[in-house]
């Protein structure tokens, strides 16, 4: 009866669950705003030096609450190549976690992926206190001396002041490999766009598909506050090299009204500069209330509705680089199975929503 309480502290009964103590000594450490680091996914980084998703003095005024979001990381990556048999990182975060239903790890970690463009594999995630704003973890060690390809993606949702890379002191460095081609894929959404609520940074959809599709990714998603506003349209237009434009932001438009007036404007916009970068409208995915609520059900396809016909009366007008796909087939027959709190998805759904959009994105690229 003494013990009854003692079994919720894992962390005496597993060692495997406990923070290892990094060896500072052990590394030399590096700034991945110098070469031969490359940042992906941060479109303004090379002007402002920051790991910010959207300018931080824009030539449209910005809604306070996306400026704030758009300090999250979320699609930002670091990349190069070592021959490190030791990997460690640094981080000081803008906040500590505090989200119920997204792990620490998805929030404020970030997490390692080994190999070439179409063949890289996972291998560890940040181990932390999460109470803490600041950490230092070990991601790899005692590995073979031989040149392998890293992609340290960043957390999803918190902002990162500094980050350090770590590695044994005879490692060597070198550029990561190139893309198909400099041009990007911007995608802008919601909090499922943003990455909520995957327990790991590389498990957001975004960045599964950056590992089968070689391009950058800029994820734009700004969590509850993707809306269609004709400010970020014009925002967006201004990167370069575009190669596609994603639009997932039904979840978050206030009305269908609302949605009938911001999509055909928001696409407007982006023509004006890019009138032959293709777009692809994706609506949104389905809901476990749909099952219980008419209701949403009802509305969630009028919203569709009106997407598809945007798409359709466009291409009737001689847009024919624009296209629809309809998100409520991405989480497939057991939907219900695949999101955190019936909105946001687990890893699960994120890697169903890229099974079903990777063939869609590489077919529109070709």
């Given at each position: ?25 052990l ?44 300090n999250c ?45 179409g ?10 206190d ?36 770590g ?151 001689g ?24 909105v ?9 929503m ?13």
């Amino acid at each position: 009866m003494n013990n009854q309480h003692q079994s919720g502290d894992v962390l005496k009964l597993d060692s495997n669950m406990r923070i290892p103590q990094p060896d500072d000594q052990l590394f030399k450490w590096y700034s991945p705003l110098e070469q031969p680091f490359y940042l992906a996914g941060f479109g303004w980084q090379r002007e402002q030096q920051l790991y910010r998703r959207l300018p931080e003095n824009p030539t449209w005024i910005l809604p306070e609450a996306v400026d704030n979001l758009a300090n999250c990381t979320a699609g930002g990556q670091i990349r190069f190549i070592t021959n490190a048999v030791s990997l460690s990182i640094k981080v000081k975060l803008f906040s500590a976690a505090n989200m119920y239903h997204m792990p620490a790890t998805g929030q404020c970690g970030f997490d390692c992926y080994i190999g070439e463009p179409g063949e890289q594999f996972y291998c560890s995630t940040t181990r932390y206190d999460s109470k803490q704003t600041e950490y230092e973890s070990v991601m790899f060690t005692d590995m073979d001396r031989i040149n392998r390809s890293i992609t340290l993606n960043f957390p999803l949702y918190q902002g990162v002041q500094e980050v350090w890379i770590g590695l044994d002191p005879s490692a060597q460095i070198a550029s990561p490999p190139a893309y198909d081609n400099s041009d990007k894929i911007i995608m802008y959404g919601t909090s499922i766009t943003q990455g909520g609520c995957a327990t790991r940074p590389g498990m957001a959809y975004p960045n599964i598909l950056s590992r089968r599709i070689n391009r950058e990714f800029l994820n734009l998603g700004f969590s509850g506050n993707g809306k269609g506003e004709p400010e970020l349209a014009h925002i967006l237009a201004e990167i370069p090299d575009p190669a596609c434009l994603v639009l997932d932001y039904e979840a978050n438009c206030v009305s269908t009204e609302s949605l009938q007036t911001t999509l055909p404007e928001f696409i407007r916009i982006y023509r004006n500069k890019h009138p032959h970068t293709p777009i692809l409208v994706i609506s949104c995915i389905t809901y476990a209330k749909e099952r219980y609520n008419e209701a949403l059900r009802l509305e969630k396809e009028d919203r569709k509705r009106v997407q598809l016909s945007t798409v359709e009366q466009l291409r009737e007008n001689g847009d024919a680089n624009i296209y629809f796909y309809d998100g409520s087939t991405l989480l497939g027959e057991d939907a219900h199975e695949c999101t955190v709190d019936g909105v946001h998805p687990t890893d699960l759904g994120f890697m169903r929503m890229a099974d079903g959009l990777t063939p869609v994105l590489m077919k529109i690229l070709e």
